[in-house]
């Protein structure tokens, strides 16, 4: 039994979605539909925009590039702003062009922009977020509104990080900005929603294999290179991996150290993906690939 024999039927003419967690065979199943129907792959992963990596990341490689177009990968550089209202921006134009789009990636906020919609929240001003960059992670949390503080991960700094920086800067919570959000570019009912839903234990030992792969195809000389230009507040070197690989380029930890460390952080990673798909995708088809 294949991945296509599981899905649901396709409107070859309507965008296709598919979320999932890391290493759950999202890109594997792009390829497969874009083969079988055509469409152009675009990319929904808030790691995989960034020049600087591609096996460290999973990237599509150039092989599979070439076997359908591919849209915002690798296209942004380390150090550059960017948010899910870039993304979303930059989406919009795919949604009416001439080859219907494969939206594919594990990042579940870009996904809620396009089907929920955006809040119209106004830019944050530099001496806001370089003040909340200072602070601990602890003291962010404290500082939020409550009706916030109850919809977000309270442990992924970048999310509990924005909603302190909405709330200092416009004087009114991020759930109540979410609350004014307009009507979503593209709604359920017009395309075809699918979310990967891969057992615990299966997609561990994934998780571990693919490493070892990335390992052997390159992923430590991505992170040399990367390594003048290092630093741990990008967005770009928070990637899954990065951290735990740049401390063994630099002798602060071993191999062994490193691999598990990574390991452990992927596991983790993963494990808040599939939370966030349970709790906010219900309504999409769900696939196993086990």
């Known amino acids: 039994m294949t991945l296509l024999s599981l899905l649901p039927q396709i409107d070859p003419e309507a965008p296709v979605l598919i979320a999932g967690p890391t290493a759950s065979g999202k890109s594997a199943l792009a ?18 925009i960034y020049d600087c990596w591609r096996v460290i990341t999973a990237r599509p490689s150039v092989e599979e590039e070439a076997q359908a177009e591919h849209a915002l990968y690798g296209h942004i550089p380390f150090d550059a702003t960017y948010s899910a209202g870039h993304w979303l921006r930059e989406v919009l134009p795919l949604l009416s062009g001439p080859k219907r789009p494969i939206i594919v990636g594990g990042t579940g906020l870009y996904f809620s922009t396009l089907t929920e919609g955006l809040a119209d ?102 992170v040399a290179a990367m390594s003048p230009h290092y630093d741990p507040q990008l967005p770009s070197c928070k990637a899954i ?50």
């Open 31 to 48: 390829l497969a539909i874009a083969a079988e129907q055509g469409g152009i792959i675009v990319n929904a992963d808030a790691s995989q």
């Open 121 to 222: 929240i106004p830019a944050t001003p530099p001496e806001v977020r370089l003040h909340a960059d200072g602070l601990p992670l602890e003291q962010l949390r404290a500082e939020l509104d409550t009706r916030t503080a109850a919809k977000i991960d309270l442990l992924n700094r970048a999310r509990v990080q924005r909603a302190w920086e909405v709330l200092r800067a416009t004087g009114r919570g991020l759930a109540d900005w979410q609350a004014d959000t307009p009507a979503p570019p593209l709604p359920l009912s017009r395309c075809t929603p699918i979310v990967m839903t891969p057992e615990k234990s299966w997609l561990e030992a994934r998780i571990r294999k693919r490493f070892d792969l990335m390992l052997e195809q390159g992923a430590l000389e991505e």
């Open 241 to 290: 991996g990065v951290p735990e690989l740049m401390a063994y380029h630099r002798g602060e930890m071993s191999h062994a150290e490193a691999r598990e460390a990574a390991a452990v952080s992927t596991r983790q990673f993963a494990k808040r993906q599939r939370t966030w798909f349970r709790k906010r995708m219900s309504d999409w088809h769900p696939v196993n690939p086990g």
